[in-house]
């Protein structure tokens, strides 16, 4: 009890907004440990964190820019990576980290995605990706997994969801890897990492929806991180279509691609105003 | 120390100690913190915070290695290890 009675300091207090805590996020809710890795590698990185900036979209782990201690933005549904990329290009120095869920970037901000993947543009991309809309109430979306539960699919998802790590690979990103909570020492060297190189890098993390998607499919969440335990294989280096999600055949996880190609804002100097990029150099 | 094989040099080996702080106020009580301690120095406690939640308790502070592990894994900030002198739990 003394413990408990003297004001205790979590050591990632300098980089919360402490007022706002506890969030708003559910008890077993995997984001805030998502959100906890991000801020150990951004401390554990040493990039300059007064020229780092958060950008989320909107759903649930869209929470995350108001609950970080750097300049953030919550932007508009699906817009988070349009902000990011007209940051970065306004002021190159930034690094610019865009945090948000599956639903906001791959549904309603899917074409930004693939874009800004496609330009190489110098992102660090995490999306916590829960399989559902967690925020509006459980409903299926484009990561939800074939013949799953949710409020929009009682009988079953009929539809085949999208691999995200693929989907990165294929648009070309310039990294790529997928972790569970349960990982998260390779979680957070994973986005240290990503934060440290060139290009646009994607990292999608799995984490349980105990509220939306864990009650309509029988999976508490010590239960999901069981399963994350047991059917998780590690395989770096493994290709993108290599990479199962599925319960019964076991989940990939690791470090699937990296790549160095040059970034959006190189091949515009070099291009468009190559006596600028010969100044600067 | 549990060991499938005792290394030959395990007098000589100083594990570090920690000593976990729990803040109570923060916790929602999911549990992953007592599931996932390598060393089962967590337990639910038996007391309910402000906000209907159940925090874990200390079980056994001795066993704590300071590993880091309830801190990185815990999605409320609620709780850490802080490394203590290795002679201090003797």
Known sequence: MEKSKKKAA???????????IPHIWCAGCGIGTVFSSSLIALQGSGIDLKKTVMVSGIGCSGR?????????????????????????LANPELN????????????????????????????????????????????????????AKTTTTPMGNPEQPFSLPLLAFASGASYVARWTILHTRDLTKSIEEALLRKGFSFIEVLAPCPTGYGRRNREAPLETLRLYQERTITRNGAHPTEATLDINKGITVGKFFEQDRPTCVEMYDRTCRPSFSQESA | MKYWRIPFDVDEIQTSR???????????????????????VLELSDRYNAK????????????CV???????????????SEELPPDAME
């Open chain 2, 52 to 63: 209907g939640y159940r925090p874990p308790a200390v079980k056994k502070p001795e066993a």
């Open chain 2, 66 to 80: 300071n590993c880091h592990y309830c801190e990185i894994i815990c999605p409320d900030f609620a709780i850490f």
């Open chain 1, 10 to 20: 979590h050591p990632l207090d300098n980089l919360l907004r402490t007022d706002r």
């Open chain 1, 64 to 88: 995350a820019a108001g609950y970080v201690k750097l300049d953030s933005y919550h932007t508009t549904h699906g817009r988070a990576i349009p902000f990011a990329t007209g940051m970065k």
């Open chain 2, 18 to 40: 920690g000593s976990v702080t729990i803040i109570e106020e923060r916790c929602k009580g999911c549990g992953y913190c007592i599931a996932y301690c390598p060393r089962d």
């Open chain 1, 96 to 147: 610019v980290v865009v945090f948000s869920g599956d639903g906001d970037l791959f549904a309603i901000g899917g074409n930004h995605f693939i874009h800004a993947a496609r330009r190489n543009v110098d992102l660090t991309v995490i999306c916590v990706n829960n399989l559902n809309y967690g925020m509006t109430g459980g409903q299926a979306a484009a990561t939800t997994p074939s013949m």
